[in-house]
T-cell receptor, first 115, second 113 residues
């Protein structure tokens, strides 16, 4: 079974530029998550989708971050404009549903460096 | 904000020894999970323990949960060099959290061959 795919794996941009990340979840998984992991910390949930609807985006900095999951399959996360503190690994995860006991499967992440 | 705090922040042991990591959390939970993250890779789910369980085993892993103390521990027995990774606890609160996980800061485990 194919895992969660993410691209690009690495991205370096200047502050105030824009960047987009892509995620393709495991086939059949209804729930998709985007996490931000700053170096030395645990992942922090940015946004959670159930199919193509947003379930939780309480920790998404909406003035600069946006995300969509058209057709309830793959998803993009965008940052516009980027700040130095956005340097982090952005992890995408998926699960069968939003039940708490459903295992979340993580992709390899995109490492973003903002200069 | 981070819910859990892992202790120790870093642990260095020899192959064959046991490794114990602890996690404390602040609010009531429905379940607690442990994840492993190898350098430069995504997280891998290890084990889930529900709030009404006290202990759970999976292979060389043993997890305990003490809800009265709001703490959990992960024991890896007979460690191997391949166990070198960061280990995170993650909690879910139930209710309308819709499966949202709140992760701790992690413990970096190094197993020397």
């Amino acid at each position: 079974e194919a895992g969660v795919a993410q691209s690009p794996r690495y991205k370096i941009i200047e502050k105030r530029q824009s960047v987009a990340f892509w995620c393709n979840p495991i086939s059949g998984h209804a729930t998709l998550y985007w996490y931000q992991q700053i170096l030395g910390q645990g992942p922090k949930l940015l946004i959670q989708f159930q199919n193509n609807g947003v379930v939780d985006d309480s920790q998404l900095p909406k003035d600069r971050f946006s995300a969509e999951r058209l057709k309830g399959v793959d998803s993009t996360l965008k940052i516009q404009p980027a700040k130095l503190e956005d340097s982090a690994v952005y992890l995408c995860a998926s699960s069968l549903s939003h039940r708490e006991t459903d295992t979340q499967y993580f992709g390899p992440g995109t490492r973003l460096t903002v200069l | 904000s981070q819910q859990g705090e892992e202790d120790p922040q870093a642990l260095s042991i020899q192959e064959g020894e046991n490794a114990t990591m602890n996690c404390s959390y602040k609010t009531s939970i429905n379940n607690l999970q442990w994840y492993r993250q190898n350098s430069g890779r995504g997280l891998v789910h290890l084990i889930l323990i529900r709030s009404n369980e006290r202990e759970k085993h999976s292979g060389r892993l043993r997890v305990t949960l003490d809800t009265s103390k709001k703490s959990s521990s992960l024991l890896i027995t007979a460690s191997r060099a391949a166990d070198t990774a960061s280990y995170f606890c993650a909690t879910s609160a139930g209710g309308t959290s819709y499966g949202k996980l709140t992760f701790g800061q992690g413990t970096i485990l190094t197993v020397h061959p």
